[in-house]
């Protein structure tokens, strides 16, 4: 199952959305197609939660993007 869910580039003032999959958890990288810039994130429960993460010393995943607006 997966749901729609936006994030706010503020690198480049766009909102960009992706589709997440409500299964995973951890720790994640939206990179916005606008200007590159990456969004390390954590996700919860396919929920993108305003914690972010600093290092990558864990398993990370790139979300494809759907949309920007
Ligand atoms: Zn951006």
């Not at 720790?27 to 390390?40: I, M, R, T």
């Not at 993460?53 to 995943?61: E, F, I, M």
């Amino acid at each position: 199952m997966f749901e729609r869910q936006e994030l706010y580039c503020h690198n480049c003032d766009v909102h960009v959305q992706f589709d997440l999959d409500l299964s995973i958890d951890g720790n994640h990288v939206l990179e916005c197609p606008n200007c590159g810039h990456e969004h390390c994130r954590v996700v919860k429960g396919g929920i993108i939660t305003d914690e972010r993460w600093d290092q990558r010393n864990g398993p990370t995943v790139q979300i494809p993007t759907i949309s920007i607006t």
